[in-house]
């Protein structure tokens, strides 16, 4: 026997072109890898529920409904607060404009204005009433002021205390009636009516001097538009 009888054969190499190391391969010749490389679901391909392909949680639906929910009601509540803040200060106009008696406090800068009428500081019982028409528009206006204040209150309107008649009432019982005032009835009371060019106002003027002290006075001042 020669000596290249004596040599073994060398292994023939699998026809399936599968490694013997990795045992038994599937008859087409796939590995655990599927034929198109795609991975098995559930292995970094995004088809876990709840995430998106690129990776984290989806955005959550009800969140997107809700923040749109709020910027709609929102500004809409606002609207409708201001109109009803809108309708109640033209109701609470309304009501001042149509109730009779007298509010407690100082007129409006604007109506004393308007009316020519200056109350002096540190006045008490400041009261006043407003009353508008067509024809006439008047402000009513009560206070308690001391014997300077009234002089300055009177030298305002162009006129000082010599010009009030003793015993003299000014102010007409229906227009005294509408505010409640009871006036006169005694010698402790004067008035005047003092008349300037139009468009300023008339005021008539009746004081009660009781307290000769601290006068109290009362006050209808008229516009004619």
């Known amino acids: 026997m020669t000596a290249a009888e004596q040599r073994p054969a060398a292994p023939t190499a699998p026809t399936n072109g599968a490694s013997a190391a990795h045992g038994t391969s599937a008859a087409n010749g796939t590995s655990a890898v599927s034929a198109n490389g795609a991975s098995p679901p559930g292995r970094g391909s995004g088809g876990d529920v709840g995430e998106r392909p690129g990776g984290g949680p989806r955005p959550r639906r009800w969140l997107k409904v809700v923040v749109v929910f709020l910027l709609i009601t929102i500004p809409a509540g606002y609207m409708v607060i201001s109109a009803l803040q809108s309708r109640n200060s033209g109701e609470d106009k309304q009501e001042n404009a149509s109730a009779t008696g007298l509010t407690a406090g100082w007129p409006s800068k604007v109506q004393r204005r308007i009316y020519d009428v200056w109350i002096p500081g540190y006045s008490k019982d400041v009261a006043f009433y407003e009353t508008n028409s067509w024809e006439t528009s008047s402000l009513y206006v009560q206070f308690v002021t001391s014997v300077q204040g009234l002089d300055r209150f009177l030298v305002r309107l162009g006129t000082d205390r010599a010009e009030l008649e003793n015993g003299r009432v000014t102010i007409d019982a ?41 006068p109290k006075v009362y006050v209808v001042s008229s516009v004619t538009p």
């Open 174 to 214: 229906d227009d005294a009636k509408k505010v409640g005032w009871r006036i006169g009835g005694d010698e402790d009371w004067s008035g005047m009516v003092v008349k300037q060019k139009e468009p300023q106002p008339e005021l008539d003027i009746t004081v009660d001097f009781e307290n000769r002290s601290h």
